[in-house]
T-cell receptor, first 111, second 115 residues
Framework: SQQGEEDPQALSIQEGENATMNCSYKTSINNLQWYRQNSGRGLVHLILIRSNEREKHSGRLRVTLDTSKKSSSLLITASRAADTASYFC???????????FGAGTTVTVRA | KAGVTQTPRYLIKTRGQQVTLSCSPISGHRSVSWYQQTPGQGLQFLFEYFSETQRNKGNFPGRFSGRQFSNSRSEMNVSTLELGDSALYLCASRSTSGTNTGELFFGEGSRLTVL
C-alpha cells in the first residue's frame, strides 16, 4: 500500500507559472523526499526534508513539511517545458531508507 | 562517477518463465534497493541489500528474490512469471558513508513485459 497521496493527480500550467503539488501521509516519518520521473525513465532525487525541518529550498524548488498535518508541498517556481514530468513524494519511517511512494502528480508545462 | 546501470533495459517473457535482472550501483554505494512500478500499484518496494545481506523486504510473494554480490552488484529474480509481473523494475543505490543524506540514485529501469 502507498503511504503518500499526492494532490492533484495532474496539473497543466503555462511556462513561467508556478506549480504546486501536495503530499499527505499517514504515519510518523523520519524524512520526506521528492523525486521526478520523466516518461518511462528512472527517478531523479529532487530534495529531502527531515521531520524536524519545516521548509527547504533548492534552486527553483521549495518544499514545506507540516508534521502536525502529516503533509508536504512542493512548489516549482517559474516553470519551464523541461519540468514536464511526474513528481513523487516518498516517505521514510526510520533510518532504514525503505521508501514508500505516493501515486505521483503529472505536471505538463505548456510553451 | 557512472550512474546506476540496469540490464537489460527491455525484455519480453511468457507466463511461467523466469527472469533475472541486474543492477550495478554507483561506485562506493553498498546499499541497493529494488522497486516495482506499475500503472495500477505505483511504486512498490521489493527489497534492500547491504553488504550481501537482505535488510528489508516488501510485501511480495516468494517468487521474487534477489541477491547482492561482494562488489555490491545486485540481481533480482522472478520465477514462474505471471501477467501481472509486467512492470518497470527500478534499482536504486545509496551511499552509506557518513555523508549519507538518504538520497536514492535510480537506474533507468528494466521494463519487463509478460505475455
Amino acid at each position: 500500500s502507498q503511504q503518500g497521496e499526492e494532490d492533484p493527480q495532474a496539473l497543466s500550467i503555462q511556462e513561467g507559472e508556478n506549480a504546486t503539488m501536495n503530499c499527505s501521509y499517514k504515519t510518523s516519518i523520519n524524512n520526506l523526499q521528492w523525486y521526478r520521473q520523466n516518461s518511462g525513465r528512472g527517478l531523479v532525487h529532487l530534495i529531502l526534508i527531515r521531520s524536524n525541518e519545516r521548509e527547504k529550498h533548492s534552486g527553483r524548488l521549495r518544499v514545506t513539511l507540516d508534521t502536525s498535518k502529516k503533509s508536504s508541498s512542493l512548489l516549482i517556481t517559474a516553470s519551464r517545458a523541461a519540468d514536464t514530468a511526474s513528481y513523487f513524494c516518498a516517505t521514510a519511517f526510520s533510518n532504514d531508507y525503505k521508501l514508500s511512494f505516493g501515486a505521483g502528480t503529472t505536471v505538463t508545462v505548456r510553451a | 562517477k557512472a550512474g546506476v546501470t540496469q540490464t537489460p533495459r527491455y525484455l519480453i517473457k511468457t507466463r511461467g518463465q523466469q527472469v533475472t535482472l541486474s543492477c550495478s550501483p554507483i561506485s562506493g554505494h553498498r546499499s541497493v534497493s529494488w522497486y516495482q512500478q506499475t500503472p495500477g500499484q505505483g511504486l512498490q518496494f521489493l527489497f534492500e541489500y547491504f553488504s550481501e545481506t537482505q535488510r528489508n523486504k516488501g510485501n511480495f510473494p516468494g517468487r521474487f528474490s534477489g541477491r547482492q554480490f561482494s562488489n555490491s552488484r545486485s540481481e533480482m529474480n522472478v520465477s514462474t512469471l505471471e501477467l501481472g509481473d509486467s512492470a518497470l523494475y527500478l534499482c536504486a543505490s545509496r551511499s552509506t558513508s557518513g555523508t549519507n543524506t538518504g538520497e536514492l540514485f535510480f537506474g533507468e529501469g528494466s521494463r519487463l513485459t509478460v505475455l
